[in-house]
């Protein structure tokens, strides 16, 4: 079954600081792996999309990094601000043609930013 | 543009009531998904529609209909509440260029919903 772990489940970190989020997964084959951002009652929004082939991906401040090998990414938030509180989700689509929609999702690790 | 909008926001029912949750897109997009998010877990796809008169399952589709009329529209049917479907419920959208899709997906706000 395909899965996509994350770590840790929770985070909290000073205003200003640098913090990397883990995701790994076991969807194989794989497309492209994603990155959301979900503020507290708000919906998902997208940060970075990367197909097995890139290694990187930055959107601002985030940086997302991709082995495809160890089936491992990771999102680094630099300089933290107080909206960066949220909750950051991993996503992992599978290589499946029309299939390739039904995205898994982790459970996402919950980031708090303080002052 | 709108984005993704869904109604109602929030809304109680008891056990065996039916409802319809809303959701619309103004971005002509082809491709509409409706997902649940419960504590604990992460979203999970109950339905979605690759274009209008064209849906399908998701993991989790037992106790909802969906249909597509227009590309524009996707609403998510409960026949007969029950409390387990006590969720978060998202909708999103997205182009349906290519396969597999690299498409990034757009969510609307999430309608709350509490059976009792």
């Known amino acids: 079954k395909n899965q996509v772990e994350q770590s840790p489940q929770s985070l909290i970190i000073l205003e200003g600081k640098n913090c990397t989020l883990q995701c790994n997964y076991t969807v194989s084959p794989f497309s492209n792996l994603r990155w959301y951002k979900q503020d507290t009652g708000r919906g998902p929004v997208s940060l970075t999309i990367m197909t097995f082939s890139e290694n990187t991906k930055s959107n601002g401040r985030y940086t997302a990094t991709l082995d495809a090998d160890t089936k491992q990414s990771s999102l680094h938030i630099t300089a933290s601000q107080l909206s960066d509180s949220a909750s950051y989700i991993c996503v992992v689509s599978p290589y499946s043609g029309a299939g390739s929609y039904q995205l898994t999702f982790g459970k996402g690790t919950k980031l708090s930013v303080i002052p | 543009n709108a984005g993704v909008t869904q109604t109602p926001k929030f809304q109680v029912l008891k056990t065996g009531q039916s409802m319809t949750l809303q959701c619309a897109q103004d971005m002509n997009h082809e491709y509409m998904s409706w997902y649940r998010q419960d504590p604990g877990m992460g979203l999970r796809l109950i339905h979605y529609?690759?274009?209008?008169?064209?849906?399908d399952q998701g993991e989790v589709p037992n106790g909802y209909n969906v249909s597509r009329s227009t590309t524009e529209d996707f609403p998510l049917r409960l026949l007969s509440a029950a409390p387990s479907q006590t969720s978060v419920y998202f909708c999103a959208s997205s182009y349906a260029r290519g396969q597999p899709s690299q498409e990034t997906q757009y969510f609307g706000p999430g309608t709350r919903l509490l059976v009792l």
């Open positions: 529609s690759v274009g209008a008169g064209i849906t």
